[in-house]
């Protein structure tokens, strides 16, 4: 299995290099010849393999057809846009034009778009920049500084924070700028789909990198301790190339949402673990990650539309014993309601003013 895997990560780190070569070409041209009277330029989309962040872009994508259905939609991420091309952009963009920054846990200290995020900020001063909903965690004093300055020196910044925490260290950290505090962008798609599935086990959603609050031989305790039942493991990191995700993003994301719907409950430490979960209104038990994330992004989910699917461990001991009586239900499951769609994504437009 190691050898296979080896070999799958090879394969896609050479078909991705020549995608990103080609790409980059690509993306200078569609730019150069844009001849459309509104566009909306979104920077920072991911080109990587993490299901949460590519489940962002379509929800991205997705809300912004929606609601500018007359704008033609340019991506611009990090690794496909060298200087030339956002100059190219400095130069073309028009007084009708948008401009957005995906969103994601990426105002974050070691994150390598963060220097992206405040070049494009300070490129694009004389226009609105609206940042999509953000995990802020900044610590090191040199970052924080930077990106102080590059926020808090736009006079038409917009930032939205997707937890409590985020929304208070923004509230310190760039007074200047227009602060809402916003759910996930994948949350859109809670309710909006109902799965039939037959509900069997557990799927056991976790991370392997350094948000990990868990030791292994902690969870894997907890797993043996739910005898008798399937028990799977995953994560929401999938091994597909650059190009697999550009042309077949929906029916990935679409892939593992109908794998969520035939469990009977999901027990993870991914905030999208959590958000997929409820797309498919299954059961989920969150764990903590090793920062607020997790703790704080669950609050989003208010006991009267989402008390019987979703529940916050304090430990893992706390875990075993919700997911034992939520495994009395026998599959049994409740059908959320379209809560973040009608209480917010409906209304976003209007709240920023465009």
Same mark, same amino acid.
């Given at each position: 299995?190691?050898?296979?895997?080896?070999?799958?990560?090879?394969?896609?780190?050479?078909?991705?290099?020549?995608?990103?070569?080609?790409?980059?070409?690509?993306?200078?041209?569609?730019?150069?010849?844009?001849?459309?009277?509104?566009?909306?330029?979104?920077?920072?989309?991911?080109?990587?393999?993490?299901?949460?962040?590519?489940?962002?872009?379509?929800?991205?994508?997705?809300?912004?057809?929606?609601?500018?259905?007359?704008?033609?939609?340019?991506?611009?991420?990090?690794?496909?846009?060298?200087?030339?091309?956002?100059?190219?952009?400095?130069?073309?963009?028009?007084?009708?034009?948008?401009?957005?920054?995906?969103?994601?846990?990426?105002?974050?200290? +070691?994150?390598?778009? #963060?220097?992206?995020?405040?070049? %494009? @900020?300070? /490129?694009?001063?004389? &226009?609105? $920049?609206?940042?999509?909903?953000?995990?802020?965690?900044?610590?090191?004093?040199?970052?924080?500084?930077?990106?102080?300055?590059?926020?808090?020196?736009?006079?038409?910044?917009?930032?939205?924070?997707?937890?409590?925490?985020?929304?208070?260290?923004?509230?310190?950290?760039? +007074?200047?700028?227009? #602060?809402?505090?916003?759910?996930? %962008? @994948?949350? /859109?798609?809670?309710? &909006?789909? $109902?799965?039939?599935?037959?509900?069997?086990?557990?799927?056991?959603?976790?991370?392997?990198?350094?948000?990990?609050?868990?030791?292994?031989?902690?969870?894997?305790?907890?797993?043996?301790?739910?005898?008798?039942?399937?028990?799977?493991?995953?994560?929401?990191?999938?091994?597909?190339?650059?190009?697999?995700?550009?042309?077949?993003?929906?029916?990935?994301?679409?892939?593992?949402?109908?794998?969520?719907?035939?469990?009977?409950?999901?027990?993870?430490?991914?905030?999208?673990?959590?958000?997929?979960?409820?797309?498919?209104?299954?059961?989920?038990?969150?764990?903590?990650?090793?920062?607020?994330?997790?703790?704080?992004?669950?609050?989003?989910?208010?006991?009267?539309?989402?008390?019987?699917?979703?529940?916050?461990?304090?430990?893992?001991?706390?875990?075993?014993?919700?997911?034992?009586?939520?495994?009395?239900?026998?599959?049994?499951?409740?059908?959320?309601?379209?809560?973040?769609?009608?209480?917010?994504?409906?209304?976003?437009?209007?709240?920023?003013?465009?």
């Amino acid at each position: 299995m190691q050898i296979k895997n080896k070999l799958q990560h090879r394969y896609i780190h050479y078909t991705d290099r020549l995608f990103y070569k080609l790409e980059k070409g690509r993306l200078y041209k569609e730019v150069f010849d844009n001849t459309s009277n509104r566009t909306i330029y979104l920077f920072c989309n991911p080109t990587h393999s993490n299901l949460g962040d590519q489940a962002q872009t379509y929800c991205i994508l997705k809300w912004l057809s929606e609601n500018f259905p007359k704008f033609n939609i340019i991506c611009a991420p990090k690794r496909l846009t060298p200087k030339s091309t956002l100059e190219l952009i400095r130069e073309k963009i028009k007084p009708t034009d948008l401009v957005f920054v995906h969103s994601g846990y990426l105002i974050f200290d +070691p994150h390598p778009e #963060l220097s992206y995020i405040c070049e %494009v @900020v300070e /490129l694009f001063k004389d &226009r609105q $920049v609206v940042i999509l909903p953000q995990t802020v965690n900044l610590v090191d004093e040199k970052i924080m500084s930077k990106v102080q300055n590059s926020f808090n020196n736009h006079p038409q910044l917009v930032l939205l924070c997707r937890d409590d925490i985020s929304y208070h260290n923004a509230q310190k950290l760039f +007074p200047n700028c227009k #602060l809402i505090l916003w759910p996930d %962008v @994948v949350t /859109l798609l809670i309710g &909006r789909r $109902v799965y039939n599935s037959t509900r069997k086990g557990i799927l056991f959603c976790l991370r392997n990198d350094r948000e990990k609050f868990y030791p292994d031989e902690e969870l894997d305790l907890l797993k043996n301790r739910f005898e008798n039942i399937k028990k799977t493991s995953s994560d929401t990191t999938i091994l597909k190339n650059a190009y697999a995700w550009k042309f077949n993003r929906e029916t990935l994301i679409n892939k593992v949402l109908e794998e969520f719907s035939t469990y009977q409950l999901v027990i993870t430490d991914r905030y999208h673990g959590t958000i997929f979960s409820q797309i498919a209104s299954t059961p989920v038990i969150v764990l903590s990650s090793s920062d607020h994330k997790l703790s704080s992004g669950v609050k989003w989910f208010p006991e009267a539309s989402f008390g019987n699917n979703v529940f916050f461990a304090k430990d893992l001991n706390e875990a075993y014993n919700i997911g034992q009586q939520i495994l009395k239900r026998n599959g049994e499951i409740t059908i959320n309601p379209p809560y973040f769609q009608e209480t917010y994504f409906s209304k976003l437009k209007i709240i920023l003013e465009i």
